[in-house]
């Protein structure tokens, strides 16, 4: 079961709002992988399944998903470097420095706390009404982005 990463699988109406957003995350300096965007029932009931049914840890609490939608994309902050005469890219998993912090930040929602390029994801996203699950209560997902209809 593969995941959907095309942009252009997503909602007609939130397409231009993602586009904008990586636009202007870019021009301030983070480069942004979107690597997923529509899921199908059959995926969301794989990921589901993680941690309850399956082996692994739990990755979602929605049985039912916006990205199900085409209004909800995850993503993580990127980066390319010179290693050895080679270009190399690293992907940035983890928002916070350390497990304090991450903790300092769930009580606070003081995105001050965060890496700067996940600082930059998150502040440009509000600024276009893309709601962002690193803000959410309960079940937090930092790499999930979500565009709701108003």
Same mark, same amino acid.
Request: charge should be neutral; proline fraction near 3%.
């Given at each position: 079961?593969?995941?959907?990463?095309?942009?252009?699988?997503?909602?007609?109406?939130?397409?231009?709002?993602?586009?904008?957003?990586?636009?202007?995350?870019?021009?301030?300096?983070?480069?942004?992988?979107?690597?997923?965007?529509?899921?199908?029932?059959?995926?969301?009931?794989?990921?589901?399944?993680?941690?309850?049914?399956?082996?692994?840890?739990?990755?979602?609490?929605?049985?039912?998903?916006?990205?199900?939608?085409?209004?909800?994309?995850?993503?993580?902050?990127?980066?390319?470097?010179? +290693?050895?005469?080679?270009? $190399?890219?690293?992907? *940035? !998993?983890?928002?916070?420095?350390?497990?304090? /912090? &991450?903790?300092?930040?769930?009580?606070?929602?003081?995105?001050?706390?965060?890496?700067?390029?996940?600082?930059?994801? +998150?502040?440009?996203?509000? $600024?276009?009404?893309? *709601? !962002?699950?690193?803000?959410?209560?309960?079940? /937090? &997902?930092?790499?999930?982005?979500?565009?709701?209809?108003?």
């Amino acid at each position: 079961m593969s995941q959907i990463r095309d942009m252009r699988r997503l909602a007609p109406e939130v397409q231009g709002v993602f586009g904008e957003w990586l636009r202007r995350c870019n021009q301030r300096g983070v480069q942004v992988l979107i690597y997923e965007t529509l899921r199908t029932q059959e995926r969301q009931d794989k990921l589901y399944a993680l941690g309850r049914t399956e082996p692994g840890r739990i990755v979602t609490n929605a049985k039912r998903s916006n990205h199900q939608d085409g209004r909800a994309v995850d993503a993580v902050p990127w980066e390319a470097y010179l +290693a050895q005469r080679e270009i $190399e890219t690293r992907l *940035d !998993w983890k928002p916070f420095e350390s497990r304090t /912090i &991450e903790r300092m930040f769930r009580e606070s929602k003081d995105r001050s706390l965060l890496d700067r390029h996940w600082r930059v994801m +998150a502040d440009t996203a509000a $600024e276009l009404g893309i *709601d !962002w699950a690193g803000d959410w209560d309960g079940f /937090i &997902e930092y790499v999930h982005f979500e565009k709701l209809p108003q």
